[in-house]
């Protein structure tokens, strides 16, 4: 069954406060991502992971880190959660067909909710 | 650094219409995809579609790379299409780009 599971769906910290989002895969995937959804905008890229221990920043990668120590499993830490990171978070994972061709599907886990105060 | 604009941002159908959603990119994209993102927040690729044109169910996706855009048709709209569509891009290392979505209500 495809899928990708975050843990934890809702999350409430204060601020100062780390933060633990963890994600898993049943797909074999190589290619992980944290993506973060703020409300008008699209997703942001936090980091990507092209496997174990070949994490790469994205877009937004300020305040946060990443582990990846199985191909199934890609955490994001969060040392001292401020609130401006609080917004919606997602896990996506992807098998990657090569460039240029069709159907490098991503996968998106159900999003984990955090809210700093 | 790359840049994907979705338009429109807001469309009202009544039920039965077809849509027509589009996504302009700053540069060369290796892959395009499109997504589905429900009111309750959950995403699923509905296409992906680097160029060309590619059909599935009553989804049409045309992509014309060198003029670096694409559009997504929406045929007999039904009230459970309503959610965001979100175009998304890949500049060629695999990081997607996406754009910030253009949301859509079916009205029955």
């Known amino acids: 069954d495809m899928k990708v599971t975050q843990m934890p769906r809702y999350l409430i910290k204060r601020m100062g406060e780390n933060v633990l989002l963890e994600c898993g895969q049943d797909?074999?995937?190589?290619?992980m991502y944290w993506y973060r959804q703020d409300p008008g905008l699209g997703l942001q890229l936090i980091y990507i992971s092209y496997d174990v221990d070949s994490n790469s920043e994205g877009d937004i990668p300020k305040g946060y880190r990443v582990s990846r120590k199985k191909r199934e499993h890609f955490s994001l830490i969060l040392d001292s959660a401020k609130t401006n990171q609080t917004s919606v978070y997602f896990c996506?994972?992807?098998?990657?067909?090569?460039?240029?061709?069709?159907?490098?599907?991503?996968?998106f886990g159900e999003g984990s909710r955090l809210i700093v105060v | 650094g790359q840049q994907v604009q979705q338009s429109p941002a807001s469309l009202v159908l009544q039920e039965g219409e077809n849509a027509e959603l589009q996504c302009n990119f700053s540069?060369?994209?290796?892959?395009l995809q499109w997504f589905y993102q429900s009111p309750g927040g959950s995403l699923v690729s509905l296409l992906s579609?680097?160029?060309g044109t590619k059909h599935t169910g009553r989804l049409t996706s045309t992509t014309v790379t060198k003029e670096r855009r694409s559009s997504l048709h929406i045929s007999s709209s039904q009230t459970t299409d309503s959610g965001t569509y979100l175009c998304?891009?890949?500049?060629?290392?695999?990081?997607?780009?996406f754009g910030a979505g253009t949301r859509l209500k079916v009205i029955a």
């Open positions: 797909m074999s995937h190589e290619t």
């Open positions: 998304a891009i890949d500049t060629g290392n695999y990081k997607y780009v």
């Open positions: 996506a994972s992807s098998l990657v067909l090569g460039q240029g061709v069709s159907g490098n599907t991503l996968y």
């Open positions: 579609n680097p160029s």
């Open positions: 540069s060369t994209a290796t892959q």
